[in-house]
């Protein structure tokens, strides 16, 4: 069975720092991979998707990037972080090639910006 | 543009009935999702409807109305852990999902 880890859990960071959440996928190969935020009160953000090794494609301007460097793995990162980074970030993954299948996400990473 | 509107709070009584509405305007249409969300932790899929009509899950149904841009979930028998948030999701002419906020399920004993 396709199981989808995400760390770490939670993280409080300062202002200015740095930031990589990781996401690795298990059981299922070529999987379409997305980062998504969730914010209070909100619906869920994407942030990024990608269809395959090197491929990434950014929904919204902002001071965040991704890379997918093997197949099954998917990094968020920063190099500076703001307050308004603040939130729940939510990585999943898709069946390449069967655009009507669910997504099925991993268990989130509460990010605090102080 | 693209909106998902669902309510933002319901309250219900365990063994009861809820139906939680959504309404939604998308870039073309490729099926309406609903996802169970506890609160700190992952959406957790639920049902897909693409064809009007009623899908049958257990104690969950969802039904979509095409011509209305209308979907409603449907819980029955209502149980304590059903207690959580409830995301509606339409997907676009490009395969994204647009999402709504969630409605937020309170559970009375």
């Known amino acids: 069975s396709q199981t989808i880890h995400q760390w770490p859990a939670t993280l409080v960071q300062p202002v200015g720092s740095p930031l990589s959440l990781e996401c690795t996928v298990e059981?299922?190969?070529?999987?379409?991979l997305y980062w998504y935020r969730q914010a209070a009160g909100r619906g869920l953000q994407l942030l990024f998707y990608?269809?395959?090794?090197?491929?990434i494609s950014s929904e919204v301007p902002q001071n965040l990037s991704a890379s997918r460097p093997q197949d099954r793995q998917f990094i968020l990162s920063s190099k500076k972080l703001l307050l308004s980074d603040s939130g729940f970030y939510l990585c999943?993954?898709?069946?390449?090639?069967?655009?009507?299948?669910?997504?099925?996400f991993g268990n989130g990473t509460r990010l605090t910006v102080t | 543009g693209q909106n998902i509107d669902q309510p933002t709070e319901m309250t219900a009584t365990e063994g009861a009935i809820v139906q939680i509405n959504c309404t939604y305007q998308?870039?073309?249409?490729?099926?309406l999702f609903w996802y169970q969300q506890h609160a700190g932790e992952a959406p957790t899929f639920l049902s897909y409807?693409?064809l009007d009509g009623l899908e049958e899950k257990g104690r969950f149904s969802s039904f979509l109305s095409r011509s209305k841009g209308y979907s409603y979930l449907l819980l029955k028998e209502l149980q304590m852990k059903d207690s959580a948030s409830y995301l509606c999701?339409?997907?676009?002419?490009?395969?994204?999902?647009?999402w709504g906020a969630g409605t937020k399920l309170i559970i009375k004993p």
């Open positions: 999943a993954w898709s069946v390449r090639g069967s655009e009507w299948g669910p997504l099925h």
């Open positions: 990608s269809v395959g090794i090197g491929q």
């Open positions: 059981g299922t190969s070529n999987p379409n």
């Open positions: 999701a339409g997907r676009d002419s490009n395969y994204q999902l647009i």
């Open positions: 409807n693409v």
């Open positions: 998308t870039s073309g249409f490729n099926g």
